[in-house]
C-alpha cells in the first residue's frame, strides 16, 4: 500500500464528506436537480464555484496589497470558473480600483467574525453562505509571539477558521509563515489548524517547525507566497515616473530598505518586532549598520557599473528613512545617480517598474518576487529576526542571492551582484528556472483546490 507521504497531493486530500453534512446551498442544488429530472423539466450546468479569499492586510505595504492580484491571477488561471469574493482586512478605493480593472468580476466584503460564530454584517454572512471554499491568503498572523501576546488576536483569527469549518466550507493556508507558537500556544492552535484541507508554508523552515509541533492537517506542504503569481501593471504609470527620473530599461538597479521603526499611522505606543515605537540602542544600531552596507553597496553598484539606483518603497515608512538614512549620506559623485521615489505607490505601478530593473536588490521580500515574477533577478539581504519568510528564496533554488544583513558583509552582497551583472544571461536563465518551480507548485496546488470544489482536473 502506498504511504501517505509517497502520495501526490491530489491523492492526499479527500474530496469532502456530504455524507457529514454540508452547506444548505448543496442541499437546495440537489433538490432542485432532482425536482427537474422527475418533472422533466431542463437540467442546467452545474452552479459556478464560489471561494472566499481573506487578504489584503495593510495599504502601507504594496506586498501586502499584492497578495490579492497574485492569488486572483493564479485563481483565474487555474480555476477560471470559479467566483471569487475578496475579504478584505484593509481597503481603499484605490487599491479595489486597480483589482476591479485587473479582475472585473471580483466582489468585496468586508468585517469581522465577532462573539465566535457571529459576522458582523449580512454581505460577510451571505459570503460565507454561499462559499465552497475558504481562503487565507499569504501571511505571518497565526502565530504567537511574533507580534506580541495579545490573545485577542489569535482568538479572533480563530474564529474566522472555525466558522468556516462549521459551516462544512473546507478552508487553506495559502502561502503562510509560522515563527512563533509561544508559551505553548501550538496547542490551542493545533485544534484549529488541524482541521484544515490544506496548508501551504511559503518557507520549508515553517513547514519543519509545523511537522516538529505535531501539525496534522489533512495536507501540509511547501507552497509558493501569494505575490508570485501578481500580473498587474500601471504601464502609463510606470513610463512617467521613470522618464521623468531618467532611469532607463535595465540600466538601474532598484533598492528596498527595511529599519527599526514604527509604522506611520501607528504612533499610538503599540509595540511589536516589526514596527517598534519605542526604539532601543540595540535597535539604532542595527538601522545604523543596514543602513551602512546598504550605502556601500550602491555606492559600489553607481562607480563601478556606472548605472543608476532607485530607492523603492515596499512599505510607506521607509519613503523617509531611506532618503535620511541612506541618500543624504551618501557621496556626491553618488548622491546624483540615485533616485529617491519621494511618495508611496500602488503595486501595479511598482510592478511595472521592478519589471525594468536591471536587478535589485531588497532587505524586505516582497519587491523581490515582483521583480522574479518578472524574470528580473534578485539579491536579498534579510533580518533573521523578521522571520522565516526570507529562506522562500533558498527554497526555490535561489539560495546563492539569499544574505542576512547582520552577518554578511556588504563586500558579500556586491560580489553577488557583481556575478549577476557580469553574466546578466546566466542570471536570467536562473530566475526562469526558479520561476518554473514556483509555477509547478502553483498548479500543483490548484489542482488540490479544483478537487476539494469537486471540479473536474483541468
Keep these: 500500500m502506498m504511504s501517505i507521504c509517497a502520495m501526490s497531493p491530489e491523492e492526499r486530500v479527500p474530496v469532502p464528506d456530504k455524507a457529514a453534512g454540508g452547506t444548505l446551498k ?19 450546468a452545474q452552479r459556478p464555484k464560489n471561494i472566499l479569499l481573506y487578504t489584503n492586510w495593510q495599504n502601507s505595504n504594496i506586498g501586502d496589497i499584492g497578495h490579492t492580484p497574485g492569488t486572483l491571477a493564479t485563481l ?41 460564530d457571529k459576522p458582523q454584517n449580512a454581505a460577510l454572512k451571505m459570503a460565507f453562505d454561499t462559499a465552497d471554499l475558504f481562503m487565507w491568503n499569504s501571511g505571518m498572523h497565526l502565530n504567537f509571539g511574533v507580534f506580541g501576546k495579545d490573545w485577542a488576536v489569535p482568538t479572533w483569527s480563530l474564529f474566522a477558521l472555525n466558522y468556516a469549518y462549521s459551516r462544512h466550507i473546507p478552508f487553506v493556508l495559502y502561502g503562510h509563515s509560522f515563527d512563533k507558537f509561544e508559551d505553548n500556544s501550538h496547542i490551542a492552535y493545533r485544534s484549529t489548524l488541524d482541521r484544515a484541507a490544506m496548508i501551504l508554508c ?12 505535531g501539525f496534522r492537517p489533512k495536507l501540509l506542504d511547501f507552497g509558493p507566497d501569494a505575490v508570485f503569481g501578481i500580473d498587474v501593471k500601471d504601464e502609463t504609470r510606470a513610463g512617467s515616473f521613470l522618464q521623468a527620473n531618467g532611469l532607463e530599461p535595465r540600466k538601474f538597479l532598484a533598492v528596498v530598505i527595511r529599519t527599526n521603526s514604527p509604522k506611520i499611522l ?7 518586532l516589526l514596527n517598534p515605537v519605542a526604539i532601543t540602542e540595540a535597535q539604532k544600531e542595527e538601522n545604523h549598520r543596514w543602513m551602512q552596507k546598504t550605502r556601500e553597496v550602491i555606492t559600489w553598484w553607481v562607480r563601478e557599473k556606472k548605472m543608476k539606483v532607485l530607492l523603492a518603497p515596499e512599505v510607506n515608512k521607509e519613503i523617509r528613512y531611506a532618503k535620511e538614512w541612506v541618500l543624504d549620506s551618501l557621496p556626491p559623485d553618488v548622491q546624483g545617480n540615485v533616485v529617491w521615489r519621494s511618495s508611496f505607490w500602488n503595486v501595479d505601478e511598482a510592478n511595472a517598474v521592478y519589471a525594468q530593473a536591471h536587478s535589485v536588490l531588497g532587505l524586505e521580500p516582497h519587491s523581490l518576487i515582483m521583480a522574479l515574477a518578472n524574470g528580473v533577478p534578485v539579491v536579498h539581504a534579510r533580518a533573521q529576526k523578521y522571520g522565516k519568510k526570507g529562506y522562500m528564496f533558498r ?54 483546490i479544483r478537487r476539494l470544489l469537486e471540479l473536474p482536473g483541468n
Design 202 to 213: 511559503r518557507d520549508k523552515e515553517s513547514q519543519n517547525y509545523m511537522q516538529e509541533l
Design 26 to 44: 448543496k442541499a437546495f442544488f440537489c433538490i432542485a436537480m432532482l425536482l427537474a429530472f422527475c418533472y422533466g423539466l431542463p437540467v442546467y
Design 266 to 272: 501607528d504612533q499610538a505606543g503599540h509595540n511589536d
Design 76 to 116: 483565474e488561471k487555474y480555476i477560471p470558473e470559479a467566483n471569487v469574493v475578496c475579504w478584505m482586512r484593509s481597503t481603499s478605493a484605490e487599491v479595489e480600483a486597480m483589482i476591479k480593472k485587473r479582475f472585473p468580476k471580483a466582489a468585496f466584503v468586508y468585517g469581522n467574525i465577532v462573539e465566535y
Design 395 to 448: 527554497d526555490i533554488g535561489l539560495g546563492d542571492w539569499l544574505f542576512d544583513i547582520d552577518q554578511d558583509s556588504s563586500a558579500d552582497i556586491i560580489r553577488a551582484l557583481d556575478g549577476i551583472a557580469t553574466n546578466y544571461p546566466r542570471a536570467k536563465e536562473k530566475v526562469a528556472g526558479a520561476m518554473q518551480f514556483v509555477q509547478q507548485k502553483q498548479q500543483e496546488h490548484m489542482m488540490v
